[in-house]
C-alpha cells in the first residue's frame, strides 16, 4: 500500500463525495430481528455461530415484535434512518412481510431488508427501497471458507433479480478477516457486474468463541484505501462505513476518503454519554453536518421533532400495508409505547 497515494486518494474522495452528496453525514443502524441463523455451517466470523448450540429453542432467539417496533420508533426520533431490516436466516417470507409492513408503517419510510436470500414475489415491494447482499468478502477463497453455506452467485443472481424490480441494492464486505489489498479491484470490478446503489464496509468486530477471537482489526490507512478507491470509481454511490465503540476515532478518517454513513454502534448504552458525543465530535471535525443525533435527549424522548430542524434524513413516504398488519399494530400500541418508554428511561439511567 502506497500510503501517500492513500491520503491524496482520500483528499479527492473527500471532495467528489461533497460534490455528488453534499456536506452531511447520517448515521445509520441495522435493526435486527434475532439472534439465531439456521445455516447448518454459520459463517466462522459471525456472532450467531458462537450462539447456534446454545439456542434450543429458535424461535426463543427472535425479538418481540413491540421490540422491533419501538426502536423503530426511536430511531426516526433521532433521526438514523435503519440501515436494512436484518436477521439469520430461517424466517419464511410471510413473517418478513409482516415485519416489513409494520417497521416501514410505523416510520413512513420504505426500508432495505438484508436476509439472506429472499424471493419477492410474496413481498409488499411498495414498502422495499431495497435489498441488501451479504458478501462480506470478494476474496473468493476466504469466501468459502469463511461463509460455506452462502455462495456469493446466489446472493448475485437475488441482487440482479431485485433490478428487475427495480429496487436498489447494496452489499455488505467486513475488512480485516485476510483479504488482500488485490481484492480491492475485484470487489470494484462487482460493484460494476452489478450496478450497485450501496455498500457497506465493515471493520471486523472480532467476536468470542469464533475463529476471529483476540484478532486486531484493520488499520484505518488500510480501511481508507478501501473506501477511497470505491468512492473514486462510483462517485454517486452510496458508502456507509462501520465502526466500533474501540475504534470510534477512525470516523473522521472514513469520512474524509468518501463515507456518507457512519454505522453499527451500541445505541441506548452510549446514547449521550462520552462515546456518543465522540461521534458526533468525530463527524464534524471533518467540516461535515450531521444529520441525526447521538446526544439529544429531547430528540429522543420524542419533545423535539429534528425534521423542523432540517436535522434528519427522514421525509414521510406514503405506507400501504395490509389491513391484518394495520389491525396488529393497533393492537400492539401500547406494548410497543411502553417499550419506548422503557429504551428511554434505559438511556436515562446510564447517562448517570
Ligand atoms: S448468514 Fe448471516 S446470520 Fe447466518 S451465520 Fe452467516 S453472517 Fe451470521
Known amino acids: 500500500m502506497d500510503v501517500v497515494e492513500v491520503l491524496e486518494n482520500s483528499i479527492k474522495a473527500y471532495k467528489l463525495t461533497t460534490k455528488y452528496h453534499g ?6 443502524r441495522a435493526l435486527f430481528l434475532g439472534w439465531y441463523c ?5 459463517c466462522k466470523f459471525c456472532y450467531m455461530s458462537s450462539q447456534k448450540s446454545k439456542i434450543k429453542n429458535p424461535k426463543s432467539a427472535r425479538r418481540r415484535i413491540e421490540s422491533i417496533l419501538a426502536e423503530a420508533v426511536l430511531m426516526k426520533r433521532i433521526g438514523w434512518k435503519l440501515e436494512f431490516i436484518s436477521g439469520g436466516y430461517g424466517y419464511t417470507v410471510e413473517e418478513l412481510n409482516d415485519i416489513l409492513e409494520m417497521v416501514s408503517y410505523v416510520q413512513k419510510s420504505k426500508q432495505y431488508l438484508n436476509v439472506g436470500i429472499v424471493g419477492f414475489e ?3 415491494l411498495n414498502v422495499i427501497e431495497g435489498v441488501v447482499g451479504a458478501v462480506e468478502t ?3 477463497e476466504l469466501h468459502d471458507y469463511l461463509c460455506p453455506q452462502k455462495p456469493i452467485d446466489k446472493t448475485k443472481e437475488m441482487l440482479l433479480k431485485a433490478k428487475e ?7 455488505t464486505i467486513i475488512l480485516g478477516m485476510g483479504e488482500k489489498e488485490e481484492d480491492i479491484e475485484k470487489l470494484l470490478n462487482l460493484i460494476e457486474e452489478l450496478d450497485l446503489n450501496r455498500i457497506t464496509f465493515y471493520s471486523l468486530n472480532p467476536q468470542k468463541e469464533t475463529i476471529f477471537e483476540g ?3 484493520i488499520a484505518t490507512l488500510e480501511y481508507m484505501n478501501w473506501v477511497s478507491s470505491v468512492r473514486l470509481n462510483f462517485p454517486k454511490m452510496e458508502i456507509i462505513t462501520g465502526t466500533w ?3 470510534l476515532t477512525n470516523i473522521g478518517p472514513l469520512i474524509m476518503s468518501g463515507s456518507n454513513t457512519i454505522t453499527k454502534f451500541p445505541l441506548f448504552s452510549i446514547f449521550g454519554k462520552k462515546e456518543g458525543i465522540t461521534v458526533e465530535n468525530e463527524i464534524k471535525s471533518t467540516g461535515r453536518e450531521l444529520l441525526g443525533t447521538f446526544s439529544d435527549i429531547e430528540a429522543l424522548e420524542g419533545k423535539k421533532d429534528l425534521r423542523d430542524l432540517k436535522r434528519s434524513p427522514y421525509v414521510d413516504e406514503d405506507i400501504e400495508i395490509s389491513d391484518k398488519n394495520i389491525e396488529r399494530l393497533r393492537f400492539l400500541e401500547s406494548r410497543i409505547n411502553n417499550k419506548i418508554d422503557s429504551y428511554v428511561r434505559k438511556t436515562l439511567k446510564n447517562l448517570k
Open 165 to 171: 424490480y427495480n429496487l436498489k441494492t447494496g452489499i
Open 138 to 140: 470478494v476474496n473468493d
Open 38 to 42: 439456521n445455516l447448518t455451517k454459520p
Open 122 to 124: 410474496n413481498l409488499n
Open 245 to 247: 465503540v474501540d475504534k
Open 23 to 28: 456536506n452531511f453525514t447520517d448515521l445509520k
Open 215 to 217: 484478532k486486531p482489526s
